[in-house]
């Protein structure tokens, strides 16, 4: 099963991946974008861009078919679209729209992990939070426009751990 855990920034998405880790041990990681070129030598700007988050975005489009069956997926090119659009709304992203949906029917579960207030887990203050806060905006407006279907976790660590766990197993 490939599993799409998506979100704006600082909301729990890799501690939530690696807790989902602990329990499904077959499945592999597939770091976020943004660590991955980075990793491999792609200079960020110290403010995000759009180049930067179209990069990311190329780059989780390229990795999603290419990927294993059971992987779990820090960020997808979803929430990494949603970042484009709040940075430049006026931007034509209608082809990397276009290319995110042909993409959604690669994902077998999809999981939003939205802002929560107060936020359960601990350590994660954000830097940005006018953007952080159009993102998740962005993207609960998309699911619903989008259709899929979307496993929302809630609460701490082990509640959203077991709400992913018992969204697989259905």
């Given at each position: 099963?490939?599993?799409?855990?998506?979100?704006?920034?600082?909301?729990?998405?890799?501690?939530?991946?690696?807790?989902?880790?602990?329990?499904?041990p077959e499945y592999t990681f597939e770091p976020e974008?943004?660590?991955?070129?980075?990793?491999?030598?792609?200079?960020?700007?110290?403010?995000?861009?759009?180049?930067?988050?179209?990069?990311?975005?190329?780059?989780?489009?390229?990795?999603?078919?290419?990927?294993?069956?059971?992987?779990?997926?820090?960020?997808?090119?979803?929430?990494?679209?949603?970042?484009?659009?709040?940075?430049?709304?006026?931007?034509?992203?209608?082809?990397?729209?276009?290319?995110?949906?042909?993409?959604?029917?690669?994902?077998?579960?999809?999981?939003?992990?939205?802002?929560?207030?107060?936020?359960?887990?601990?350590?994660?203050?954000?830097?940005?939070?006018?953007?952080?806060?159009?993102?998740?905006?962005?993207l609960l407006e998309w699911i619903d426009d989008l259709?899929?279907?979307?496993?929302?976790?809630?609460?701490?660590?082990?509640?959203?751990?077991?709400?992913?766990?018992?969204?697989i197993s259905e």
């Open positions: 099963m490939r599993i799409a855990i998506f979100g704006a920034h600082n909301v729990g998405k890799t501690t939530l991946v690696e807790e989902l880790l602990k329990h499904l974008p943004y660590r991955q070129l980075e990793a491999s030598g792609y200079e960020f700007s110290e403010k995000p861009t759009i180049d930067d988050f179209i990069e990311q975005f190329n780059y989780s489009a390229k990795r999603i078919p290419k990927s294993e069956d059971d992987v779990l997926f820090d960020r997808c090119v979803l929430d990494i679209l949603a970042y484009i659009h709040v940075l430049n709304p006026r931007k034509n992203i209608q082809s990397l729209y276009q290319t995110m949906q042909s993409l959604l029917s690669e994902i077998d579960l999809f999981v939003f992990v939205p802002i929560e207030k107060p936020d359960l887990i601990a350590g994660h203050e954000s830097d940005l939070p006018k953007l952080r806060s159009q993102v998740n905006d962005l259709g899929i279907e979307v496993t929302q976790v809630r609460g701490t660590l082990s509640n959203r751990r077991n709400q992913v766990l018992a969204g």
